[in-house]
Each structure stands twice: as C-alpha cells, then as structure tokens.
C-alpha cells in the first residue's frame, strides 16, 4: 500500500526532525540505539513510541511527542493541536494521508 509507506516515510523523517530539532542530532542519534524498535514500527504504534519516550524522559516526553507532531502536521500541511495526545494527533495525520491519497485518484 503506498499511502501506508508514504505515511510512514512521512513519519520517520518528522520523528527524526522533531527530535533533532529539539535535542541535537548526536542525542538523537543515541536516542535511537536505546528504543525498542525503528521509526517505521512507531509509525504503527504511536502508542510505543509514546511509552519508551515516557520511559527515557519521563513527563518531557510530552515535549518531544508535540514537536514530533508538530512537524508531521507541518509537513502534511495540518494545523496542529496541542489538545490532543501522541497517539491521537498520529492517527488524524495518517488518517489524512490515506483520504488524501484516496481523493487524488
């Protein structure tokens, strides 16, 4: 399904950017070593991403999932909500990506 790879592309590069842009590249990079799983599985499990966050950085994992969010929506042209959680703000953009890929054919 290409608007499944294209939300996870999407995803990969924003989580990336999110953290980078928040935590330096060289944190991210260690970051990265330390979770569970790639970028890619998150992208089907926003729920994980959120829980190892929370594991590593506690309540400034908030922080990092709402910069992560902001540059997905950034990039899929949405407008961001701080009201809503990780999970939720993940789904609505991949929601977007599929009705959109639908909607151009």
Known sequence: ?????????????????GLAN??????TQTLKNLLGYSFEIY????VELHQELSRVFGFGAITLERMITKELFRRLGLDYSA?????TSVNLARRDVILGDRGDN
């Open 1 to 17: 399904m290409s608007e499944s790879r294209d939300f996870t592309n999407m995803f990969q590069v924003s989580v990336e950017e």
């Open 22 to 27: 928040t935590l330096g590249v060289t944190v």
């Open 43 to 46: 992208a089907k499990k926003p």
């Open 83 to 87: 009201q809503l959680d990780f999970e």
